[in-house]
């Protein structure tokens, strides 16, 4: 079993729609969860970060986060073209290494 | 702000040259940065970790020696790719970390994508 699991998708989403990405972890002593933006042919961009369980908001994006089901998943409401990127859910497990998974490419349809 | 720069941002060079990469925290000390690398459609994978003033940890499977990483100061971190091959062509990403308790967040360079003619 990977460590950090995605779709992969492609996932496709007409604009103005939520777009909902899944990830589930393997460690159970995992601390900390990102969520960052890949473009094609750049470096991640962080997007959201989240500790607690429960939800995170910051402004068209929503972390959720359940460490008793080992998953944490990110909304975009009113999805826009622009948003079109691979979505990479990262996890610090208890050796404090950050893990990746191997992200959900998201399209937004205009 | 948080920003992380790298250079060159590209590099192409002959078989067997060696290759540095710098990595920069423009606006915050890091006290831990990390070098990934990145193949096409694949996700990041860590290959080292490396502490101000310490030597790196690498992970399983990446040579130490091929891979030269120094950390000399908090804003400051180099990879040299040595005697580099065709195979070592890649996507080469730094973050940095300030490493505060609780929030371990990590902050990407743009990358530096390597080729090896």
């Known amino acids: 079993q ?76 009113d999805s826009q073209p622009s948003d079109s990127a691979t979505y990479l859910c990262a996890v610090t497990g208890s050796a404090r290494q950050l893990t990746f998974g191997s992200g959900t490419q998201l399209t937004v349809l205009p | 702000g948080a920003v992380v720069s790298q250079h060159p941002s590209r590099v192409i060079c002959k078989s067997g040259t060696s290759v540095k990469i710098e990595c920069r925290s423009l606006d915050f000390q890091a006290t831990t940065m990390f070098w990934y690398r990145q193949f096409p459609k694949k996700s990041l994978m860590l290959m080292a970790t490396s502490n101000e003033g310490s030597k790196a940890t690498y992970e399983q499977g990446v040579e130490k020696d091929k891979f030269l990483i120094n950390h000399a100061s908090l804003t400051l971190s180099t990879l040299t790719v040595t005697s580099a091959h065709p195979e070592d062509s890649s996507f080469y990403i730094c973050s940095a970390s300030r490493g505060q308790v609780g929030t371990d967040t990590q902050y990407f360079g743009p990358g530096t994508r390597l080729t090896v003619l």
């Open chain 1, 2 to 77: 990977k460590e950090v699991e995605q779709n992969s998708g492609p996932l496709s989403v007409p604009e103005g729609a939520i777009a909902s990405l899944n990830c589930t972890y393997s460690d159970r002593g995992s601390q900390s969860f990102f969520w960052y933006r890949q473009y094609s042919g750049k470096s991640p961009e962080l997007i959201m970060s989240i500790y607690s369980n429960g939800d995170k908001e910051d402004g068209r994006f929503t972390a959720q986060l359940n460490k008793a089901s080992q998953y944490v998943s990110l909304l975009i409401r």
